[in-house]
């Protein structure tokens, strides 16, 4: 189960609103979604959580980039939106780096025939094929400096963090009722 929430930073406070991310496939559909809920321009936090497993922080300036926290990205990795946030640049891979790519026998040998060595421990890109996510958080950890939540306190997060930033920010009670 997740939850996900848009926070919008207005002249007149912070405005909450729940958003459904199943017609969300890419990080640049999620910062569109952010975009409209602040035509001013405004910052806006899209904040996603999946019970006590793991939470993401999507930051929206106007049309700069997206800027991303998430708390654990081997968990993230395994939710379809966690995938979402979870992009080549955050991992800290080249774009469009693919595992099918790593997993090929490219040794030179003819007809795919590996040679024993790699047969017996499956091969060198077999090895390094689950390292691509790590565990842990990743991220611009310093999202939320500016707005009162420093990097130490978003990283000790655990347990309803999206509450905990909510309150941090002074957010919480617009939060609520959109829960």
Do not use: C, N
Not at 7 to 26: C, K
Not at 34 to 43: I, K, N, V, W
Not at 160 to 173: N, Q, R, T, W
């Amino acid at each position: 189960m997740y939850f996900a929430a848009l926070l919008a930073r207005t002249e007149d406070g912070w405005v909450a609103s729940d958003t459904e991310l199943d017609d969300v496939e890419t990080l640049s559909d999620l910062a569109d979604l952010a975009r409209e809920a602040s035509p001013d321009e405004d910052t806006v936090l899209v904040l996603i959580e999946q019970e006590d497993a793991w939470f993401g922080v999507v930051r929206v300036d106007g049309e700069d980039d997206p800027r991303i926290y998430v708390s654990d990205a081997a968990a993230a990795a395994r939710s379809s939106y966690g995938e979402i946030l979870l992009t080549d640049e955050l991992l800290g891979r080249e774009p469009g780096d693919d595992d099918v790519l790593d997993a090929l026998d490219l040794d030179g040998t003819e007809d795919g025939d590996a040679d024993d060595e790699d047969a017996a421990d499956g091969g060198d890109a077999a090895a390094g094929a689950g390292e691509a996510v790590p565990h842990g958080p990743v991220g611009d950890a310093e999202v939320l400096d500016d707005l009162g939540l420093s990097e130490k306190e978003l990283r000790s997060m655990s347990g309803d963090a999206v509450g905990e930033i909510a309150e941090a920010l002074g957010a919480s009670e617009v939060l609520e009722t959109v829960r």
